[in-house]
């Protein structure tokens, strides 16, 4: 079945750029996402690329997709204290409205 | 974006009584709504899927018996967990899917989740 992999943990110092990677497996990927969850909270979407992208840009934040590999990876700028939270890789395949989370990135940002 | 209101925030309640969630969509119909469990510091769990009107479709290994849901109308969908246990205890999450119109793709939007404590 569909499988999405990311590293469970990443320390960067504040001001640093952060880069968190993840893996899928469903080549038939359409959407590939980018949630953050900070402490006893829901998902908040942060970014999304549509497969047929390799790039996407949104003021601090820059996502790269390499399909080929089913790599995608988040890149945030100028990281702040107040980023650190968990990052979930997430992907939604041809089945439908499914998205199939990994299992998040703990980022913690030290001041 | 699209906002997403997930009632109560947190619940304690006695082993053997039932807990119902509310997840309500607040600026868009929900065509489809999906209720995730998380156990601490691991991903989310699909449990199921809802499409409104229609029976729910339930994930390999959830008893649907357990975790009744309903999804009455665009939206509002429930989520009853009947006869609570403590290992019922969990963070559940609701996600609701749509049109809403702002042709940014069919990404789902989150409420803020359930913290259930069975005691």
Redesign the interface.
């Known amino acids: 079945g569909e499988d999405v992999e990311q590293s469970l943990f990443l320390s960067v110092r504040e001001g640093d750029s952060s880069v968190i990677n993840c893996t899928y497996t469903d080549s038939s990927s359409t959407y590939l996402y980018w949630y953050k969850q900070e402490p006893g909270a829901g998902l908040q979407l942060l970014t999304y690329i549509f497969s047929n992208m390799d790039m996407k840009q949104d003021q601090r934040l820059t996502v790269l997709l390499n399909k080929k590999d089913k790599h995608l990876s988040l890149r945030i700028a100028d990281t702040q204290t107040g980023d650190s939270a968990i990052y979930f890789c997430a992907e939604k395949g041809t089945g439908g409205f499914k998205t199939i989370f990994g299992a998040g990135t703990r980022l913690f940002v030290k001041a | ?1 699209a906002v997403v209101s ?1 009632h109560p925030s947190w619940v304690i309640c006695k082993s053997g009584t039932s807990v119902k969630i509310e997840c309500r969509s607040l600026d868009f119909q929900a065509t ?1 709504m ?1 209720w995730y469990r998380q156990f601490p510091k ?3 769990m ?1 449990m199921a ?1 809802s499409n409104e009107g229609s029976k729910a479709t339930y994930e390999q290994g959830v008893e649907k018996d357990k975790f009744l849901i309903n999804h009455a109308s665009l939206t509002l969908s429930t989520l009853t967990v009947t006869s609570a246990h403590p290992e019922d205890s969990s963070f559940y ?1 609701c ?1 609701a ?1 749509g049109n809403i119109g702002q042709g ?10 359930t ?1 259930l404590t069975v005691v």
Do not use: V
């Open positions: 974006g997930q489809t999906f691991q991903s989310l699909l899927t999450i996600s899917s940014e793709g069919t990404e789902a939007f989150f409420g803020q989740g913290r």
